[in-house]
């Protein structure tokens, strides 16, 4: 079984940077793709970043690319999504999620562990 421990949400002001981070438990955590998505209350999952089991490839919503982020660091077992230039319609919940194998994956299915979610608020 997998634990997934999200922190680093928070409020911050439009323009503002966060840095999500996404702990995981196990000592398979380096073999598997992670992945980010945000979910608002009422709407569907939305994928925001992912990447390899190495961090060598990533790939990135269009709606975030050029202002997020994702990295990972294997020897803490620990995945990163650093947030900035961020906008008011980036607020919602997010979540990490750990890919079913090593390659990366856009898609919700791609994955079979999820953290239990870190809100961030971007006031205007």
């Known amino acids: 079984q997998v634990q997934l421990v999200e922190s680093g949400g928070g409020l911050v002001q439009v323009g503002g940077s966060l840095r999500l981070s996404c702990a995981a438990s196990g000592r398979t955590f380096s073999s598997y793709a992670m992945g980010w998505f945000r979910q608002a209350p009422g709407k569907e999952r939305e994928f925001v970043a992912t990447?390899?089991?190495?961090?060598?490839?990533?790939y990135y919503a269009d709606s975030v690319k050029g202002r997020f982020t994702i990295s990972r660091n294997n020897n803490r077992n620990t995945v990163y999504l650093h947030m900035t230039s961020l906008k008011p319609e980036d607020t919602t919940v997010y979540y990490c999620?750990?890919?079913?194998?090593?390659?990366?994956?856009?898609?919700?299915?791609?994955?079979?562990?999820w953290g239990q979610g870190s809100q961030v608020t971007v006031s205007s």
């Open positions: 999620a750990k890919a079913q194998g090593p390659h990366y994956s856009s898609t919700w299915y791609g994955y079979n562990y």
């Open positions: 990447l390899n089991w190495s961090g060598s490839s990533t």
